[in-house]
C-alpha cells in the first residue's frame, strides 16, 4: 500500500540550529514529493517538490530537501532555523492519481 | 501565485443544523478540488473530490449524505455539512488544482481552513 511516514512527532530545536524532518515514502514507482508547512489554524504552504532530475531541491524560506531513492527518503533540511519556521510540516507523496498521501506531520518547536 | 479563498473561517453551529462551507479558486480555474478533514495534531484525511460539473468521488468511510459536495463552476466548490452532530467537529480544508495543469506533478493550492464547531 502506499504511505508517506514522518518518524517524529514532535521536534524541538534551538533557534539558528539546523534542522532535518524525515519523510519516507512507500510507493509503486518514484513519486511526485511535497514538502508542506502548515501555521495553527491555517491552510497549508507549499515549500519545495521534486518530480525529477536533481535530486536537491531548494524551495522557499530557505529551505531544502533530498530526495535518495536508495532510502525512499525525502528529508526536509534547513541550515538555521528562525523563530517564525515554528509550524506543522507535511511531507505528501502523489504520482500515479490525482490524490496526495500526506504523512502524519512533524509539529516543529523554536527555542530563542 | 493561485491563491484558494475558503470561508469561512470559523463557524459554530447547533447539533441538528446544517453548514456550508465555500472554496474558491481566486485567480485561476481548477476543474478538481479536494475536500480534507483535520483532526487535532493529525494528519489530513482526504474526504473526497470534487469535480466540476459532475459527481463528487468520495473516499471510503465518508458518508455521501451527510458531505454533500457541489462543484457548480470552475472556481467554487461547497461543503454543506447536512445534521451536523459535534463528532463532526473538525478542521476542514479544500484544496484545489489548476485547470491549465494537465500532470499530477503539480502542486496543490490550499485554502486557509475551516474550523466547524458543533455544539
Known amino acids: 500500500a502506499q504511505s508517506v511516514t514522518q518518524p517524529d512527532i514532535h521536534i524541538t530545536v534551538s533557534e539558528g540550529a539546523s534542522l532535518e524532518l524525515r519523510c519516507n515514502y512507500s510507493?509503486?514507482?518514484?513519486?511526485?514529493l511535497f514538502w508542506y508547512v502548515q501555521s495553527p489554524g491555517q491552510g497549508l504552504q507549499l515549500l519545495l517538490k521534486?518530480?525529477?532530475?536533481?535530486?536537491l531541491v531548494q524551495g522557499i524560506k530557505g529551505f531544502e530537501a533530498e530526495f535518495k531513492r536508495s532510502q525512499s527518503s525525502f528529508n526536509l533540511r534547513k541550515p538555521s532555523v528562525h523563530w517564525s519556521d515554528a509550524a506543522e510540516y507535511f511531507c505528501?507523496?502523489?504520482?500515479?492519481?490525482?490524490?496526495?498521501?500526506f504523512g502524519t506531520g512533524t509539529r516543529l518547536q523554536v527555542f530563542p | 501565485g493561485a491563491v484558494v479563498s475558503q470561508h469561512p473561517s470559523w463557524v459554530i453551529c447547533k447539533s441538528g443544523t446544517s453548514v456550508k462551507i465555500e472554496c474558491r479558486s481566486l485567480?485561476?480555474?481548477?476543474?478538481?478540488m479536494f475536500w480534507y478533514r483535520q483532526f487535532p495534531k493529525q494528519s489530513l484525511m482526504l474526504m473526497a473530490t470534487?469535480?466540476?460539473?459532475?459527481?463528487?468521488?468520495?473516499e471510503q468511510g465518508v458518508e455521501k449524505d451527510k458531505f454533500l459536495i457541489n462543484h457548480a463552476s470552475l472556481t467554487l466548490s461547497t461543503l454543506t455539512v447536512t445534521s451536523a452532530h459535534p463528532e463532526d467537529s473538525s478542521f476542514y480544508i479544500c484544496?484545489?488544482?489548476?485547470?491549465?495543469?494537465?500532470?499530477?506533478?503539480?502542486?496543490?493550492?490550499f485554502g486557509n481552513g475551516t474550523r466547524l464547531t458543533v455544539t
Open positions: 521534486y518530480f525529477s532530475g536533481d535530486t
Open positions: 484544496s484545489a488544482r489548476e485547470r491549465a495543469a494537465r500532470l499530477f506533478n503539480s502542486p496543490l493550492h
Open positions: 510507493y509503486g514507482a518514484t513519486p511526485y
Open positions: 470534487s469535480n466540476e460539473g459532475s459527481k463528487a468521488t468520495y
Open positions: 485567480d485561476f480555474q481548477a476543474t478538481t
Open positions: 505528501a507523496a502523489g504520482g500515479d492519481t490525482d490524490k496526495l498521501i
